[in-house]
């Protein structure tokens, strides 16, 4: 009877470990993360982890159900409630760099619940400003991105910024 | 054959003509819903925040000239653009209720589009992949089109004296649709406000996103259904005349207001001819034979 209850004790506390997110074990959550998917016209972005962990305490904010956290919206606990955390919670896991490319759009399946997935600049930007503009976050673009010679280049910014004001070549 | 059965004749055949023709093709335009592989973008004015990487981007692919002021530069929102031969899309800064919305202008790529119909060179195609594209070498420069376009959209190059050109956003047909790829506004804009893939894929997903998130958009998709349906179809988090769309267009393709008028016309060409030699002959058949004719004319005064 005692190893029978002995059993259940331990079951249940291996069940609340698992239910536990994984970042709040320790295992192998980055303090940093670089982002340098957009380095055709910035400068990579260090993601400072640890200090957004600290700031928002639920992982589901940003990383959905992916690490196992329980979460409400409605929309997502129809299939979520319980399904756990997934392999790899990274955005790019999940969140395509190419989400309109001729072969991605083929491969979508309009049947899919997932089919309108943003893709993962859409996801980081969608996911960053929408919180930062409801907490106070900064939300310009260079808050965040410097440019580089051709992002200045892409934005007639920096030392392209245009010299000749009301030439033949305004908007107007 | 006397002239009276003969002009009888004539006028039969052609109400008969007239009559058939209009029943048989000139009006099946406007049940066209575009091509079945048309692609096409969902716009989110929900998610815009007014960066204008897309001004800057189809800048630098349709290789315009330089821009008065960079791109970074937010005091343009100070007054409503629209799109001219320098910038084939704009972004404009709405102060609603719900805050500052930000909306993209550009050519929305009608499935049947009124500058296409309104172009009497045929400078305008609608392409299966969903683009309206113009061709600079046959346009003639006569604006139909921009008074047709509901949206307003095309501009002209007003700049050149000798070779005045209609300009407007072609979808980046020929560098990137044509292979499948989304235009450079779609693929540079950081909040995936642009949505590319199939039109009709694209409806379902603008009602789906409704349907998930009913207090974020107003129940309505714009460019479902306008004008006959658009390439570019809106969804936004206010109602939509607040943001400068044309609300009051209606749901009939602009060509359903002259077709009927213009289904006439090559009943005009094929009947007409034959119908006014016919008169012709008649009225001097008989130049030389004055006698006869008065004769004839008087036996009709007679009657």
């Known amino acids: 009877m005692l190893s029978v209850r002995n059993w259940l004790i331990g079951g249940i506390a291996a069940l609340m470990l698992y239910l536990v997110p994984l970042d709040c074990r320790g295992a192998g959550v980055p303090e940093k993360i670089t982002i340098d998917s957009l380095a055709q016209y910035y400068e990579a972005v260090t993601f400072n982890h640890s200090q957004h962990i600290n700031l928002l305490k ?15 919206d409605r929309n997502c606990v129809r299939c979520h409630r319980n399904s756990g955390e997934t392999k790899n919670v990274a955005c790019k896991a999940c969140h395509s760099a190419t989400p309109f490319s001729a072969a991605t759009l083929k491969q979508r399946d309009p049947q899919m619940y997932h089919y309108d997935k943003p ?9 960053c400003v929408g919180c930062h503009e409801k907490n106070g976050g900064p939300t310009g673009c260079e808050d965040c991105h410097a440019r580089n ?8 910014a920096g ?14 | 054959m006397k002239r009276r059965d003969f002009l009888k004749g004539c006028l039969a055949c052609g109400a008969t003509a007239s009559v058939c023709g209009m029943s048989k093709k000139a009006w099946s335009a406007g049940s066209f819903e575009g091509y079945p592989e048309a692609m096409g973008v969902l716009v989110d004015l929900t998610r815009c ?30 007054e409503k653009r629209r799109p001219t031969e320098y910038a084939y899309t704009v972004v404009n800064k709405y102060d609603t209720q719900k805050g500052p919305v930000f909306r993209k202008i550009q050519c929305n790529h009608c499935n049947e589009p009124a500058c ?17 594209t113009y061709n600079g070498k046959i346009c003639v420069g006569c604006r139909n089109c921009m008074i047709a376009c509901p949206f307003n959209v095309p501009g002209y190059s007003y700049s050149s004296a000798f070779n005045a050109l209609v300009k407007k956003c072609i979808f980046c047909h020929e560098t990137r649709l044509k ?27 603008a009602h ?7 207090d974020k958009y107003v129940d309505h998709v714009y460019g479902e259904k306008e004008v006959g349906g658009t390439g570019w179809i809106y969804l936004s988090g206010v109602t939509f005349d607040q943001v400068g769309f044309d609300t009051t267009l209606g749901n009939e393709p602009i060509i359903s207001n002259v077709k009927e008028f213009l289904g006439t016309v090559p009943m005009v060409l094929s009947i007409w001819p034959a119908l006014f030699t016919g008169f012709h002959l008649l009225a001097t058949k008989n130049k030389g034979h004055h006698d006869d004719h008065s004769n004839s004319h008087q036996e009709d005064s007679h009657k």
Do not use: W
Request: hydrophobic share 30%; with cysteine; aromatic share 8%.
């Open chain 2, 208 to 214: 789906e996103r409704i349907r998930e998130m009913p």
């Open chain 1, 119 to 127: 893709g993962l600049k859409g996801a980081y930007h969608l996911s």
């Open chain 2, 49 to 78: 925040i007014g960066c204008r990487s897309c001004e800057a981007a189809c800048n630098k692919e349709q290789k315009l000239p330089e821009p008065t002021t960079s791109f970074a530069d937010q005091s343009v929102f100070s």
């Open chain 2, 179 to 205: 292979e499948g790829n989304p235009p450079a506004c779609v693929e540079v804009c950081p909040q995936e406000v642009l949505t590319f893939g199939y039109r009709k894929d694209l409806i379902k997903m």
């Open chain 1, 159 to 172: 030392e392209f910024t245009p010299k000749n004001t009301g030439g033949k070549s305004g908007h107007h």
């Open chain 1, 58 to 72: 639920d992982c589901a904010d940003c990383h959905h159900h992916t690490t196992g956290t329980l979460f409400e």
């Open chain 2, 116 to 132: 296409l119909t309104s172009c009497f060179v045929n400078a305008y195609t609608k392409t299966k992949e969903g683009a309206v």
């Open chain 1, 149 to 156: 010679k051709a992002g200045n280049a892409l934005y007639n």
